[in-house]
């Protein structure tokens, strides 16, 4: 198949891309600095001439409410325009566990328009919700730092690999459409400020963390399950101390 990886110069893109070559697919990787462009249509429908599946993988440059809202809602209605012109046959999204849980922040709200506007389009259409990844604990210890401590909610997560995710989106991807949202997510299901504690450690940083079911999540407030999947979900096994023991 031809499949247009959009955002497929990325963190999950370039992974994606690898995968499906390797499995004999001929993947076109989109992105703006390849000539392709989502939210101004550049580019756009020449990518997808031709194609069977098109995979929206892109994450806005911006998470300022009004701009992330732009890029996902443009991106979308563009991108669903040139498939129907192009005779998609399976239209691919990548999403977050939680996103219709978050409404109070800009950015969920944004994912979830998107969400909206590709499955009222009337393709044939897959949406996989993923966890955070590992690679984002991180970024979460660095959104709560204050007069050197470290605030982070005390309800659960349960973060993954990014190369499983990658993986699970090429199953999704040569999978036949569900016209409904599935869900991944890693093995291990345990409070924010547990697994930020362990990453803190690794990188030798011995900043006091402060958590409580209070702390908001990037300014939207948590409830205990608000970032682990539903029943149903495929799990994936890397561990994240595993992880966190070859993370450099």
Same mark, same amino acid.
């Given at each position: ?6 955002? @497929? &110069? ?8 690898? !995968?499906?070559? +390797?499995?004999?697919?001929?993947? !076109? #990787?989109?992105?703006?600095?390849? $000539?392709? =462009? ?5 580019? *756009? ?13 892109? /994450?806005?440059? %911006? ?5 992330? !809202?732009?890029?996902?809602?443009? @991106?979308?209605? /563009? ?25 109070? =922040? $800009? ?6 328009? #998107? ?16 966890? #955070? ?7 979460? +210890? ?10 982070? %909610?005390?309800?659960?997560? #349960? ?10 989106? +090429? ?6 459409? &569900? $016209? @409904?949202?599935?869900?991944?997510? $890693?093995?291990?299901?345990?409070? *924010? ?12 940083? &011995? ?42």
């Amino acid at each position: 198949m031809k499949i247009v990886v959009i955002g @497929g &110069t990325g963190l999950i893109g370039s992974k994606l891309a690898s !995968l499906l070559q +390797a499995r004999g697919h001929e993947v !076109l #990787q989109a992105s703006p600095s390849r $000539g392709v =462009n989502a939210v101004t249509g550049e580019g *756009l429908q020449a990518a997808l001439s031709g194609a069977d599946t098109v995979v929206d993988v892109a /994450n806005s440059p %911006s998470f300022e409410d009004a701009a992330v !809202l732009h890029f996902f809602e443009t @991106g979308t209605r /563009n991108l669903v325009a040139a498939a129907k012109a192009a005779g998609v046959r399976h239209c691919v999204a990548l999403s977050v566990v939680g996103t219709d849980r978050l409404a109070s =922040n $800009g950015y969920f709200r944004a994912k979830l328009a #998107q969400e909206r506007l590709i499955a009222g389009s009337g393709l044939a259409y897959t949406i996989l919700r993923a966890t #955070q990844f590992f690679e984002f604990v991180g970024g979460i +210890a660095d959104s709560g730092r204050r007069d050197g401590e470290v605030h982070v %909610s005390s309800q659960l997560m #349960q973060p993954m690999l990014s190369d499983e995710v990658a993986e699970a989106l +090429a199953d999704v991807t040569l999978g036949v459409p &569900t $016209g @409904g949202v599935r869900e991944v997510a $890693g093995p291990e299901a345990a409070p *924010l400020s547990d697994f930020v504690g362990r990453w803190l450690r690794k990188k030798g940083d &011995t900043s006091r963390i402060v958590a409580g079911t209070e702390v908001p999540y990037f300014g939207a407030p948590l409830a205990l399950r608000t970032l682990v999947p539903d029943d149903g979900a495929r799990i994936m096994p890397t561990r994240f101390d595993d992880w966190l023991g070859r993370a450099v």
